[in-house]
């Protein structure tokens, strides 16, 4: 049975995809020049930037929060999508050869959305968006300490987990912003 919950990760997801392949096709494959430590603080500023405007209560760039959010999900799969590339991989690569690698992050990332779900019995939907933010820049931190440690953690999950939880609390906070609602 498919819960409220996954089809609203669905629908969300397929509006991040959309535009993903709408930004391929106008700039092609230009970050995958990024190292992975640039693509973290291209999330952190977008997470840095929805924290400033929710502590102001205004903003004077029209972009709206969502936005930001969207494009937190899409880094962060570009992250995963980068570091599961091999290092002779072209930066000149077509979106139908992303198009599956896209999915499929986004298909690993549900599927550890659904199992948290079970076991926390979907308690995000009682958080504020403010703390999921903080959580997200918490998470931010974390991967740039990992990356500073050349990737090696003692007990810690890698990067790669770290993305995929920021993709999920964004996806959260855009639930709980109305983005889940699909029109039917």
């Not at 819960?3 to 609203?8: P, S, V």
């Not at 995809?17 to 603080?41: A, C, N, V």
């Not at 931190?141 to 953690?153: L, S, Y």
């Amino acid at each position: 049975m498919v819960t409220q919950t996954e089809k609203d990760y669905q629908h969300i997801v397929s509006i991040c995809q959309e535009l993903f392949e709408k930004k391929t096709k106008d700039y092609g494959t230009s970050w995958r020049i990024l190292r992975l430590p640039s693509i973290t603080d291209q999330i952190f500023i977008k997470a840095q930037r929805i924290r400033s405007i929710q502590e102001k209560g205004s903003q004077k760039v029209e972009d709206p929060i969502a936005s930001e959010f969207i494009g937190i999900i899409n880094y962060c799969i570009i992250a995963l999508i980068q570091m599961r590339l091999p290092a002779d991989a072209p930066l000149d690569m077509p979106y139908e050869d992303l198009k599956e690698l896209y999915e499929k992050e986004a298909s690993n990332t549900l599927y550890l959305l659904m199992n948290k779900n079970h076991d926390y019995g979907e308690a995000w939907r009682d958080m504020r968006v403010s703390s999921m933010t903080d959580i997200i820049l918490m998470k931010l931190f974390r991967i740039k300490q990992i990356e500073d440690n050349k990737g090696k953690t003692l007990v810690s999950e890698g990067v790669d987990a770290g993305y995929q939880d920021i993709i999920n609390y964004s996806v959260f906070c855009l639930i709980k912003m109305g983005l889940g609602k699909k029109a039917e």
